[in-house]
C-alpha cells in the first residue's frame, strides 16, 4: 500500500511570522538609537573644548543681573567641572535635535499612510523651531527681568547674591523646559483638532479654563513672583489663540466650519 500521507511541507506559524516581525522592528529600534546618540555625542565631542565658555554664555543672564561683588559659587568639589559637561551635553542635544527626529521618523515612517506623512512632516519641523523660540524667549527676556527683579529684591535685605552653579542649572533647565513646552501649544492644538480628538468649538468653549490653567502652571512652574508668572502665562494663553487660528487651515474639508454651516440653493 502506497503512503497516503500528505508530502507537504507545514503551514509557517503567524506566531512565528509576528515574532520574527518584533524582533526585526527591535532590531531597527536600536539601530536607529544608536545612531541618534551617535550624532549626539560627536557634537559634543566637537564642543567640549569649548565647555567653560559655554558655560559663560549660559550663566550670562545672572551674572549681568548680580549686584557689584555678587558672583556663581560651588559648593560641590566636582561641580565646576560637571556642570559645563552638562550644560555642554545640553547643547550638544539641541543642536542634534532634528538628527534624533529624522531617525525617529525613519522608525515610524513605514507605518504611516502617505497623507500622515505630509502632515506630520512640517508638524515637526515646526515643534522644533518653536522649542527654540520658548528657549530664546526665557534666555533673553524672561531671565534677564526675573534675575534683576530678584537683586533689587535682596538688596534692601542686606543679603549678598550668590548663587550655586548646579542650583542655577537645575533653575534654568526648569524654566527652558517650561517655556519650550510653551511654545508648543499651537502645535498640540493643531494636532487635536487635525486627528478628530477635540473639535475646534469645543476648544473654544473652554478658553476660560485654559486662562485660568495658564496661571496655575506659572504658578507652579516659575519663581514665586507676579513678573516670572506673567512672563509664562500670558505667552501661554496667547500661542493658544494663535493655534485655534491655525487650527482652522487644517480641518478635513468636511470639518470645515464652511462646510459644516453652508447650505445648498434648491
Known amino acids: ?54 558655560f559663560n554664555l549660559f550663566a ?14 560651588v559648593t560641590d568639589v566636582t561641580g565646576s567641572f560637571f556642570v559645563p559637561m552638562k550644560v555642554t551635553l545640553l547643547v550638544a542635544f539641541l543642536i542634534a535635535l532634528p538628527w534624533v527626529l529624522y531617525q525617529i521618523w525613519k522608525f515610524v515612517a513605514p507605518g504611516l499612510y502617505q497623507h500622515e506623512k505630509r502632515l506630520i512632516l512640517p508638524l515637526v519641523s515646526s515643534s522644533y523651531v518653536l522649542f ?11 531671565f534677564p527681568t526675573v534675575f534683576h527683579f530678584m537683586a533689587h529684591y535682596n ?6 547674591m550668590s548663587t550655586d552653579i548646579d ?47 495658564a496661571f496655575i502652571i506659572a504658578a507652579v512652574v516659575t519663581p514665586p513672583d507676579v513678573l516670572s508668572q506673567l512672563l509664562l502665562a500670558v505667552p501661554l494663553i496667547a500661542l493658544y489663540e494663535l493655534g485655534l487660528l491655525m ?20
Open 132 to 142: 527654540l523660540c520658548g528657549v530664546t524667549f526665557a534666555y533673553f527676556l524672561v
Open 247 to 266: 487650527a482652522r487651515f487644517f480641518l478635513k474639508p468636511e470639518e470645515s466650519p464652511e462646510a459644516v454651516g453652508g447650505t445648498t440653493a434648491d
Open 60 to 73: 550670562r543672564p545672572l551674572m549681568v543681573s548680580l549686584p557689584k561683588g555678587g558672583r556663581m559659587i
Open 1 to 54: 500500500m502506497s503512503d497516503t500521507r500528505s508530502s507537504h511541507s507545514p503551514e509557517p506559524d503567524p506566531q512565528d511570522d509576528q515574532q520574527e516581525t518584533f524582533i526585526s522592528h527591535l532590531i531597527e529600534l536600536r539601530e536607529r538609537l544608536v545612531k541618534a546618540v551617535a550624532g549626539v555625542l560627536i557634537i559634543f565631542l566637537g564642543l567640549v573644548y569649548w565647555a567653560p565658555e559655554i
Open 155 to 160: 538688596a534692601p535685605l542686606g543679603a549678598d
Open 167 to 213: 542650583k542655577y542649572l537645575s533653575f534654568a533647565m526648569t524654566m527652558f523646559l517650561a517655556f519650550g513646552i510653551t511654545f508648543e501649544v499651537p502645535v498640540v492644538v493643531i494636532v487635536l483638532v487635525r486627528f478628530g480628538v477635540v473639535e475646534l468649538d469645543k476648544l473654544k468653549q473652554v478658553r476660560p479654563y485654559v486662562i485660568v490653567g
